[in-house]
């Protein structure tokens, strides 16, 4: 057995999920009222984070925009596959990605996972649901933008990081975390746009020592497998 399919995590998991299908409702409402394509809506949020990136996320500050539970099975999997010790994420919200990768952690007997979160408020509540499920000695928040919070390095070698910040920063933010990444890291990028940043043409770069595809999860949306080839 699993620590995310049965016991005290997994009811932690369900409870988080089910408050954030309640919370992120409304806006998934409003976005699917409007006619526009799922490419357009990605590229409105690109808009108003190249116009006002600490606005637009004070304004999600309610919503968890999380991971489904499918994905999160998945980043728990990848964590137990490559026997990750140590995961760094680039936006935590209210901390069910963190969960689900700290519970691969707990299950092979414990590390190291730092996460960061722009919102106060969102990192307070992560870290409260950290805690309900029994993680906190497994997990860091760093408060504030990632491309300050993550300056000071992570502490050792990166087995694996998951990118689920502003679409913006995720090229500048995998800078940042590059010089730790161990051969072999494992890199997912959730909405990890073409158009947002120049990672997604930087990792597709076999020169540049990854080899990168897209997830079949969610087609056509950015998701975003890489592997650190040396
Ligand atoms: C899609 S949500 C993350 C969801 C989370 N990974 C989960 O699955 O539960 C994106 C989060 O990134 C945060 N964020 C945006 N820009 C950031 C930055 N520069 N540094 C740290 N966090 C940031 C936002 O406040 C927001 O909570």
């Known amino acids: 057995m699993n620590s995310i399919s049965a016991g005290p995590i997994a009811e932690v998991l369900l409870r988080l999920h089910r408050e954030a299908d309640a919370a992120d409702a409304p806006l998934m409402q409003a976005v699917g009222n409007e006619a526009i394509t799922f490419d357009e809506a990605m590229q409105r949020v690109v808009d108003a984070e190249t116009k006002d990136l600490t606005g637009l996320y004070r304004g999600y500050a309610g919503n968890f925009l999380s991971v489904e539970p499918e994905f999160g099975r998945f980043l728990y999997m990848l964590a137990r596959a490559c ?36 919102e106060p408020g969102k990192a307070e509540r992560a870290r409260a649901n950290v805690a309900a499920a029994g993680l906190t000695d497994i997990v860091e928040f760093r408060v504030g933008d990632a491309r300050e919070t993550l300056k000071s390095g992570v502490g050792g070698g990166i087995d694996m990081v998951l990118l689920d910040g502003a679409f913006t920063l995720y090229h500048a933010v995998f800078t940042l975390l590059e010089p730790h990444l161990k051969p072999g890291a494992i890199v997912i990028g959730e909405n990890a746009l073409q158009q947002a940043s120049g990672y997604i043409d930087y990792v597709r770069n076999p020169r540049n020592g990854y080899l990168s595809v897209p997830l079949p999860f969610s087609p056509g949306r950015g998701n975003e497998l890489t592997v650190k080839t040396k």
């Open 83 to 118: 026997k990750a010790k140590r995961i760094v994420e680039f936006g935590s919200s209210m901390g069910i990605s963190a969960i689900y990768m700290a519970a691969a952690l707990r299950d092979m007997g414990g590390g190291v996972l730092i996460g960061t979160e722009l």
